[in-house]
Each structure stands twice: as structure tokens, then as C-alpha cells.
């Protein structure tokens, strides 16, 4: 005897096995996560050059924020001191902000070698009038 099910209980069954499949909402992007938990002095919203620039500091790097949407934000670095260690692995970050002037905006970076004192084997003080171009001035 064929199993038979009427077209009503069909569209029942599925509607409600449907409901329950829904995906969970995406993982939040190491960018996201990073703006979220950065501290006032590590972010730049503002206009630059005639242009809207959205800037975070992370790890000793600036980043400009290309697109948001939820918890999905794409960036791209924009700045970083010179690795004075291969790739940086043995040095942390001790030092990082930015702050709007006049002119543009600033950012101070600052790495020191794990067991160094004081700080900091690589990193400065960079200018920008546009968020893409740095001008290291220390």
C-alpha cells in the first residue's frame, strides 16, 4: 500500500519544518570585533580632504573601514610601522591612537620587543590630510 500524504498536510508539514531551519545570523568580522571593542582615541569619523573617512586603529596598524553592514565590516589597511622583527612576532603594541586636527588626522604608533624596556622598536607619529597617504613626522 502507497504512503500518501494530502496536499494540505504536505504544505502543513513543511511550512513548519521550514520555520524552525532559519540560519543563524553570520559571525562578526575581526573588523567588526575590533571597532566594536576600540576605544574613543582609536577611531577617526569624520571628513578629510573633502571626503567621509572612517578610521580605526588596531594592533599598531590604521585601517580605513570600506564598507558595514551588521556585523559584517570589510577594511583595509592604510598604515603600519616597519616591521623591525620579521613579520613583527616578537613585539607587541604599546602605544596607538588617533586624533583629528585641523589639518588632517594623526596617529601614533608604537611596538616594543617582548622583554625590551621602554618603548618602542618601531612605530612614530604619522600625518595624514586624506586617511590613505602618511607622512611620518617623528
Known amino acids: 500500500m502507497p504512503f500518501s500524504i494530502r496536499p494540505a ?4 508539514l513543511v511550512a513548519s519544518l521550514s520555520a524552525g531551519c532559519k540560519e543563524p545570523p553570520p559571525e562578526p568580522t575581526e573588523a567588526a570585533v ?15 580632504n573633502g571626503q567621509p573617512v572612517h578610521l580605526v586603529v ?15 565590516v570589510q577594511w583595509e589597511q592604510v598604515l603600519a610601522p616597519k616591521p623591525y622583527y620579521p613579520g ?8 596607538q591612537s588617533l586624533a583629528a586636527e585641523a589639518q588632517g588626522v594623526t596617529a601614533e604608533l608604537g611596538r616594543m620587543a617582548f ?12 600625518r595624514s590630510k586624506d586617511g590613505l597617504t602618511w607622512t611620518q613626522t617623528r
Open 115 to 126: 622583554g625590551a624596556g621602554g618603548c618602542c622598536a618601531t612605530g612614530g607619529t604619522y
Open 58 to 72: 588596531h594592533d599598531c596598524a590604521v585601517y580605513r573601514i570600506v564598507s558595514m553592514q551588521g556585523t559584517q
Open 9 to 12: 498536510f504536505a504544505a502543513l
Open 34 to 48: 575590533a571597532l566594536q571593542k576600540a576605544a574613543p582615541e582609536d577611531v577617526f569619523q569624520g571628513m578629510l
Open 88 to 95: 613583527n612576532i616578537l613585539t607587541s603594541c604599546q602605544r
